[in-house]
């Protein structure tokens, strides 16, 4: 008769023609009926594994919450700073600067320019937008000028103009594109 090996973790206890293994905690005994006395168990072996986002201090809820949701979310966190032109964050932003930094801290890469944002996003019917949804706006010509965050009821996030601070904005024009990065 043959035993099978046992991690060195558990104990081992013969019942019979049957050996098993139990993990017990540190200081823990185990006694099974028709067994010698028990023994104490060994110390538990720890390792450093990093818990699942659902464990990890936010709710269930929070780690499944939509990305276009949390795109929202973080352009609203931008409120206040100012318009620059040119300027990526965190302290201040241009339009595409803004969408860029917001898409970024969910590891999405996003192009520098509204245009090339524009090029490099799939494109979205109008009646399937949802928040978190990139809003373009073009001249006549069809040259891409600004970009913001769809927040929903005809809203976006915005770093409009100079002299001007992100904000949630109306969108003022039936002329635009959608696109989503997400």
Known sequence: MSTASWPASGRKHR????????AVGAGAFLALPGTASATPAPAPVTA???????????????AAKPAGQSLV??????????YSYGA????????????????????????????DQRAAVATVDRA???????IFFANSGGSVYHVGIFAGDGQMWAAPE????????????DSYTVGRAW
């Not at 100079?162 to 024009?173: A, F």
């Open 15 to 22: 019942i019979g023609t049957v050996t098993a293994a139990f």
């Open 48 to 62: 450093s594994v990093p818990a699942p986002p659902e464990f990890s201090g936010t709710s269930h809820t929070e």
């Open 73 to 82: 979310e973080l352009a609203a966190e931008q409120q206040g700073k100012p």
């Open 88 to 115: 990526t964050g965190p302290d201040s932003f241009d339009c595409s600067g803004l969408t860029q930094f917001v898409h970024r801290q969910l590891g999405i890469e996003l192009p520098r320019t509204s245009r």
């Open 128 to 134: 399937a937008m949802q928040p978190g949804d990139l």
């Open 162 to 173: 100079s002299g001007d601070v992100v904000r949630l904005q109306q969108i003022w024009t």
